[in-house]
């Protein structure tokens, strides 16, 4: 049985010069596994985006760090960062528009989820769904996430909510 053609291009990678270890072997078994992609689809979905090609790639907190300090200033690792792109391509596959790349810390995941008081499942889905808005152009100026505080920026609404219809999926 063919699989069905996905309406999304999502394009996975881990940190070139990272070596699995005991430390981030889930980080290579998730990438490995399909899950994002899945996920991300049901995304998009969600959003009613199509023909989106997003680059997802996971590191460690140095990495994401060198890219925090140069392009935002600010000399710490953080947990996701997104890069807008825009431009769009034709191959025989169809027109594809290049929403961007998310950079996401695996190393920062744990220590955010145990910050929120979520699973690390939990957590990453937050982060996936946050990108993908951000690619797309949603901006939620200072307002962030803090627990027991209700959201009320749109961009963080619209991420709340997507949130509770993907309760039933396990990436990690």
């Given at each position: 049985?063919?699989?069905?053609?996905?309406?999304?291009?999502?394009?996975?990678?881990?940190?070139?010069?990272?070596?699995?270890?005991?430390?981030?072997?889930?980080?290579?078994?998730?990438?490995?596994?399909?899950?994002?992609?899945?996920?991300?689809e049901?995304?998009?979905?969600?959003?009613?985006?199509?023909?989106?090609?997003?680059?997802?790639?996971?590191?460690?907190?140095?990495?994401?760090?060198?890219?925090?300090?140069?392009?935002?200033?600010?000399?710490?690792?953080?947990?996701?960062?997104?890069?807008?792109?825009?431009?769009?391509?034709?191959?025989?596959?169809?027109?594809?528009?290049?929403?961007?790349?998310?950079?996401?810390?695996?190393?920062?995941?744990?220590?955010?989820?145990?910050?929120?008081?979520v699973?690390?499942?939990?957590?990453?889905?937050?982060?996936?769904?946050?990108?993908?808005?951000?690619?797309?152009?949603?901006?939620?100026?200072?307002?962030h996430?803090?627990?027991?505080?209700?959201?009320?920026?749109?961009?963080?609404?619209?991420?709340?909510?997507?949130?509770?219809?993907?309760?039933?999926?396990?990436?990690?």
């Amino acid at each position: 049985m063919e699989e069905p053609k996905r309406k999304n291009r999502i394009l996975l990678s881990i940190q070139e010069n990272l070596e699995r270890n005991e430390a981030n072997a889930w980080v290579f078994d998730l990438v490995e596994s399909g899950k994002i992609e899945d996920f991300e689809e049901r995304v998009l979905e969600k959003f009613g985006y199509d023909d989106e090609e997003i680059s997802i790639m996971f590191c460690d907190d140095e990495f994401i760090r060198d890219f925090n300090k140069r392009d935002r200033g600010i000399d710490s690792a953080t947990d996701i960062l997104e890069y807008e792109n825009g431009d769009e391509y034709e191959d025989e596959e169809g027109r594809w528009y290049i929403a961007g790349d998310m950079l996401i810390s695996f190393e920062t995941l744990p220590k955010n989820a145990e910050y929120f008081g979520v699973e690390m499942n939990d957590e990453l889905k937050r982060l996936l769904v946050h990108g993908t808005l951000h690619l797309n152009g949603y901006d939620h100026g200072d307002a962030h996430v803090e627990p027991g505080v209700e959201v009320t920026d749109e961009m963080l609404k619209m991420q709340e909510d997507a949130l509770k219809e993907f309760l039933d999926v396990r990436l990690v």
